[in-house]
Each structure stands twice: as structure tokens, then as C-alpha cells.
């Protein structure tokens, strides 16, 4: 099966973009993030066209993720338990697959915004809060995948410029640690399990020619569990609709998952 993470910007401005790239990419589960609408405005009838069940929490103007799936959703929990939050950030549901079930959690992480402001100590609390919760998650449910927009670059190959960028936001010592303790608690980051280009990126700024010259990042991830890897069969990122006509800032990553 094939799992796909992709920040949107916006699904009411990237709606066209999300069937066409399911037509041409029939994932089986596709998490999406910053959908920066409400739950009533989901277009849930027209995904369900296209085939695909979904469980959403949106938010008006800001976050909002959602998990579109062939196959039925159900367990449906939305984010970090145990983490006040006002923002939808995080949803999470088993799916039912040929080799059992599968936990998928899709989040939106905080980007912070900078270090030393208040944005920034919310995020490093909401990855603690992240983590925490993680290592219950996993007890529960051992074949697990955490994917998203994670908002950190988690080496310097994953940055255009890592010594320009060292220690601004997605490339602090703090915010990598983090990432790694995700890795501690036993999750494997997908990607980097296999030979890949350099300067392989999933997102790239609007401005300054981001994109055209490459000047991007490696912050959307999709980490699988220890029982998962053996069924690793690949992860890519497709650069095909950063290039349409008014794209997301975001690639979608894609893993392929063996039955």
C-alpha cells in the first residue's frame, strides 16, 4: 500500500490540485495538512467521489488536518492526549489492511517561529506533550506511521544552507532533538532508509525563486514503526505539483508499503 503526507496551504485553494494529483497517484491514504477550513466546509462528498473515506479536524483560517483513506477509518482521536491545545494539529486513526491494522498519525506541527519567543517554547512543549503520548501510542498499537509537516530539518542535508540557517527556526540543536527522541522511542524515518538525490527537499519558499533554484528544505517526514520496516519498500518526494500554477509550498512524500 502507499502512504502519502502533503501540506496543502489551503485545500480550499489546492482542492483541484489534490484530485488531480490522487488521479494521477491513487494512494491509499493521503494526509493532508493546513487545511485552513472548518469541518462544515470539508469537501467530504466530492472526496468520497473520488473514493476515499475521511476523518477530519479543521480549523477556520489557520491548521487543520485530515486523513483521506480507501479503506474505512475508525478510532478516530484528535491530537496530543493529555495537551491542551487550541489548535488542530493532530489526528490519528487505525485503518484495516491486509496485514492487519495500521495506526496512522497525521500532524501539523508547530512551526515556532522563532527561538527565544513564546511560539517557540509552545512548540518545544507540544513536541515534549508529542513524544510523551507517543510511547503510550505505540504500546497500543505497534504498527504505526507519524507523518507530516514536522517543521524541522532534522540534519543539515536537510537544509539549502545549513550553516546560513544554524540555529534559526527547523535547524535548532533543540528542535532536532526532538526529532530524535521520536527516533529513541523506536520510529525510523522512512526516507532516509534508502539512497536518495542530494539536496532532496519538500518545501520551498514563494519568494526569491525558492523553488527554482532549489532553496529548500526536508520538513515533511514519515516515520514508521520498528514492525513496519521490513515492509518498507520506498519513500519519495514528488516535486510534480510544486510546479503548477499556484502551488503549495509543500512536495507530497510518498511511502510504499509492501502487504
Known sequence: MKIATWNVNSLTARLQ????????NPVDVLCLQELKMSDDKFPLEVLKSAGYDAAVF???????????????????????????????????????TPAG????????????QAPGTEKFEYKLRWLSALRDWLRK?????????????FNVAPQDRDSFDPVGLAETIHHTTAEREHFMDLLKLGMT?????????????????????GYQKNRGLRIDHILVSQPLIPRVKGCVIDRVPRKWEK?????????????
Do not use: C
Not at 490540485?17 to 494521477?24: F, K, Q, R, S, Y
Not at 491494522?101 to 515556532?112: A, D, H, I, T
Not at 501510542?137 to 504498527?143: G, I, R, Y
Open 17 to 24: 490540485h489534490v484530485l488531480d494529483w490522487l488521479i494521477a
Open 58 to 96: 479543521g480549523q477556520k483560517t489557520y491548521n487543520g488536518v485530515a486523513i483521506l483513506s480507501l479503506a474505512p477509518v475508525r478510532d478516530v482521536v484528535k491530537n496530543i492526549g493529555g495537551f491542551t491545545d487550541e489548535h488542530s494539529r493532530v489526528i490519528s486513526a487505525t485503518i484495516d
Open 101 to 112: 491494522e495500521l495506526r496512522v498519525v497525521n500532524g501539523y506541527f508547530v512551526n515556532g
Open 137 to 149: 501510542e505505540l504500546v497500543a498499537h505497534p504498527n504505526l506511521v507519524l507523518l507530516g509537516d
Open 189 to 209: 524515518d522512512s526516507f532516509r532508509l534508502f539512497d536518495q538525490p542530494e539536496k532532496s527537499y519538500s518545501w520551498w519558499d514563494y519568494r526569491m525563486l
Open 247 to 259: 502551488p503549495s509550498d509543500h512536495a507530497p512524500v510518498i511511502l510504499d508499503l509492501a502487504p
